[in-house]
């Protein structure tokens, strides 16, 4: 399936949560079958050159696809969520987002140790929440390597800070703020 095609799919919510954002929802994706799964063999085809041996999904709507991914790499998936949501031991991290600021958590859980992680999200715009849980990541020994999304906000430095950060970036749809 053509990327333009998968990006029809995408709704744009104009004003919503604040004015001023274009809010890019990946429901109406989901509810797709044939762009869902083309999203996830783009991201599978990539995976195939990298090198990690456990998924981490990102609250809310990067489950959907970390869990898809997990299963089809037959690898084990970590959860971070927003704050409060975990029930056994946590370590947290805040990060700064296009709107606003916002805590991420995640188990105190020993099977991520001396592991390479794939950070999964649906999308990717000033990267703060991904190098949050970069950093939870690496509180519990471990290194984040490789991180992908659907839709990459161009405009925003999320990509480069990653990079910066020493992690291998994905996404399969670039979206402008004009668009
Ligand atoms: O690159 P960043 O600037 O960190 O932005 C990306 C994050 O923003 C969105 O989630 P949001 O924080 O809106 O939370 P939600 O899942 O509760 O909607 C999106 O699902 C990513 O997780
Ligand atoms: N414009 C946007 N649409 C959806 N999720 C986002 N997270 C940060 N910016 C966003």
Redesign the pocket.
């Known amino acids: 399936m053509k990327a333009e095609r998968i990006k029809a799919s995408i709704r744009t919510i104009r004003g919503w949560?604040h004015e001023g954002i274009n809010f890019r929802d990946v429901t109406t994706l989901f509810e797709d079958p044939a762009a869902f799964r083309s999203v996830l063999n783009r991201i599978a085809g990539w995976a195939e050159e990298e090198e990690f041996d456990i998924v981490v999904g990102?609250?809310?709507?990067?489950f959907i696809l970390a869990g898809a991914l997990a299963y089809q790499q037959h690898l084990p998936l970590v959860l971070v969520r927003?704050k409060g949501k975990l029930p056994f031991t946590t370590i947290s991290e805040d990060?700064?987002?296009?709107?606003g600021s916002?805590t991420v958590e995640t188990h105190d859980s020993p099977i991520i140790e001396g592991k390479r992680v794939l950070i999964v999200?649906?999308?990717?715009?000033?990267?703060?929440?991904?190098?949050?849980a970069a950093r939870l990541i690496r509180r519990l020994g471990a290194r984040a390597v490789s991180f992908a999304?659907i839709i990459d906000?161009v405009e925003?430095p999320?990509r480069e800070a990653l990079t910066k950060s020493g992690i291998d970036v994905y996404t399969v749809i670039d979206f402008t703020e004009a668009e």
């Open positions: 949560p990102i609250d809310a709507r990067g927003k990060y700064e987002l296009e709107y916002a999200d649906d999308l990717l715009a000033t990267g703060g929440t991904a190098l949050a999304a906000l925003l999320g």
